[in-house]
């Protein structure tokens, strides 16, 4: 069955510091790749998504590249601000599995002036 | 992308009760689906709500516990039955585009059992 892998949290980094969180899949079909992003007391954001190989997601500084070697599909930011805190979801979809998303545990982030 | 809309966003049930939750989505889709997300957790899928046919319910999770309706192909309900403080979670709706390359998702019902 798919499954997602995600960095083990939580992540407390400095205003302007680099960002990675780590996420690898496996899917038995060609799935589409997401990230998104739960603020406090709030529902879950698309961030990006990517939905082939060597595909690059994109949004609010936020990126990442579907890897189909490695399988992975980790989140990048090269500076994050205070209000980019929060918990971060890598999920897949698949089309052959009638598009239902596995999610996997989420990554908190903090960033402190 | 597809606008979705959840009620209750938030409510206090008493043990015991029931609760119905409404998803509109303002165009019509054809996958749509239910997700709990139990505090400090992931979400985990209840089922996929089947126009005009029963909804497919994953392992863990029953249909007498979380009926759910799916009249038309913008709006469907899930009934969480005899509410325990166990079922304190967001209840998030969800519906695919494009053969299920974009998944888009409700501000999510928060519902607290005492």
């Known amino acids: 069955g798919n499954s997602v892998t995600q960095m083990e949290g939580p992540v407390t980094l400095s205003e302007e510091a680099f960002l990675t969180i780590n996420c690898t899949y496996t899917?038995?079909?060609?799935?589409?790749l997401f990230w998104y992003v739960q603020y406090p007391g709030e529902g879950l954001q698309l961030l990006l998504k990517?939905?082939?190989?060597?595909d690059k997601g994109s949004n609010k500084g936020f990126e990442a590249t579907y890897r189909k070697e490695t399988t992975s599909f980790h989140l990048e930011k090269g500076s994050v601000q205070v209000s980019d805190s929060a918990v971060y979801f890598c999920?897949?979809?698949?089309?052959?599995?009638?598009?239902?998303?596995?999610f996997g545990d989420g990554t908190t982030l903090t960033v402190k002036p | 992308s597809a606008v979705i809309s959840q009620k209750p966003s938030r409510d206090i049930c008493q043990r015991g009760t029931s609760l119905t939750i409404q998803c509109q989505v303002d165009?019509?889709?054809?996958?749509m689906f239910w997700y709990r997300q139990q505090p400090g957790q992931s979400l985990t899928l209840i089922a996929t709500?089947?126009?005009?046919?029963?909804?497919?319910?994953e392992s863990g999770f029953v249909i007498d516990k979380f009926p759910i309706s799916r009249p038309n192909l913008t709006f469907s309900t899930l009934t969480v039955s005899n509410m325990s403080p166990e079922d304190s979670s967001i209840y998030l709706c969800?519906?695919?585009?494009?053969?299920?390359?974009?998944?888009?998702f409700g501000e999510g019902s928060w519902l607290t059992v005492v």
């Open positions: 165009s019509q889709v054809t996958m």
């Open positions: 709500a089947n126009q005009g046919s029963e909804a497919t319910y």
């Open positions: 899917a038995t079909g060609y799935p589409s």
């Open positions: 990517a939905t082939k190989a060597d």
């Open positions: 969800s519906v695919g585009q494009d053969s299920g390359n974009t998944i888009y």
């Open positions: 999920a897949l979809s698949d089309s052959t599995n009638a598009g239902k998303s596995t």
